[in-house]
C-alpha cells in the first residue's frame, strides 16, 4: 500500500542552523501539507501545496520557513535559524484532491532536536 | 475558529470492552472529520473520515458518528484489544477549509 515518507526519522541540531526535512508524498496526490506537534501538544498545520505554489499557510509559518518540491517526487521544509522553540515532531501530510472524501495521509514524522 | 475538545483525555479499560470515545466541535459548517491513531513517537493512521453529508462511517470493529447539529462525533470500538492502545485523534475541517483542527486526543490502554 503506498505511504508518505519522511527522512530522517530524527534531527538535531543546534539553535541557529538550517534544517531541511524531506517528504515523499503518495505518487498520485496533488495536495501536500506539513504539520507540526510540539511535545504534548495538539497537531498544528504549518502549509499546503499545490501545483507548485503555496495554497495556504498558517500563522505559524512566517518567513523562517519556506518549503519547495524540488523534484517530481521529495517535497522539503526548510526551517532557517532554529530556535529551540522549533523543537517538535514534523508530519507530511499528502491527499490526492480537496474533496470532502478525501482523506490526508501521514508520514511517520520527523522528530527536531533543536540544542 | 473552529474548537475541537476530545472527552475523555485517557481511558484504561480491560480487553474485550466495547467502548466510545468523544470529539465536539464549535463550528457546524464542518467539512469533513478524521479519526486517527497515533501510536507514541510515531505518525497518524488515518481510521474513518466522515463527509459532511454522511452520519456514520464503518470499519472492522471501528464506528465513527457524526451529529452536526449538536457539534459531536463519537468513535466506538467493539471489543477492544491490547492492540488498540494509542491516542486517537479527531481532526475537523470546517469553515470552508480543507484545512483540519485537531483534538488534543484521547490516550487509550487496554490492558490483558
Known amino acids: 500500500e503506498p505511504e508518505v515518507t519522511q527522512t530522517p526519522s530524527h534531527q538535531v541540531t543546534q539553535m541557529g542552523q538550517e534544517v531541511i526535512l524531506r517528504c515523499v508524498p503518495i505518487?498520485?496526490?496533488?495536495?501536500f501539507y506539513w504539520y507540526r506537534q510540539i511535545l504534548g501538544q495538539k497537531v498544528e498545520f504549518l502549509v499546503s501545496?499545490?501545483?507548485?505554489?503555496?495554497?495556504?499557510k498558517s500563522e505559524i509559518f512566517d518567513d523562517q520557513f519556506s518549503v519547495e518540491r524540488p523534484d517530481g517526487s521529495n517535497f522539503t521544509l526548510k526551517i532557517r535559524s532554529t530556535k529551540l522553540e522549533d523543537s517538535a515532531m514534523y508530519f507530511c501530510?499528502?491527499?490526492?484532491?480537496?474533496?470532502?472524501?478525501?482523506?490526508?495521509?501521514f508520514g511517520p514524522g520527523t522528530r527536531l532536536t533543536v540544542l | 475558529k473552529q474548537e475541537v475538545t476530545q472527552i475523555p483525555a485517557a481511558l484504561s479499560v480491560p480487553e474485550g470492552e466495547n467502548l466510545v470515545l468523544n470529539c465536539s466541535f464549535t463550528?457546524?459548517?464542518?467539512?469533513?472529520l478524521q479519526w486517527f491513531r497515533q501510536d507514541p513517537g510515531k505518525g497518524l493512521t488515518s481510521l474513518l473520515l466522515?463527509?459532511?453529508?454522511?452520519r456514520e462511517q464503518t470499519s472492522g470493529r471501528l464506528n465513527a458518528s457524526l451529529d452536526k447539529s449538536s457539534g459531536r462525533s463519537t468513535l466506538y470500538i467493539a471489543a477492544s484489544q491490547p492492540g488498540d492502545s494509542a491516542t486517537y485523534l479527531c481532526?475537523?475541517?470546517?469553515?470552508?477549509?480543507?484545512?483540519?483542527?485537531f483534538g488534543r486526543g484521547t490516550s487509550l490502554i487496554v490492558h490483558p
Open positions: 501530510a499528502s491527499s490526492p484532491g480537496l474533496a470532502s472524501h478525501d482523506e490526508q495521509f
Open positions: 505518487s498520485n496526490h496533488l495536495y
Open positions: 501545496f499545490y501545483n507548485n505554489e503555496i495554497s495556504e
Open positions: 463550528d457546524s459548517a464542518i467539512y469533513n
Open positions: 466522515i463527509q459532511s453529508s454522511q
Open positions: 481532526a475537523v475541517s470546517s469553515g470552508g477549509s480543507y484545512i483540519p483542527t
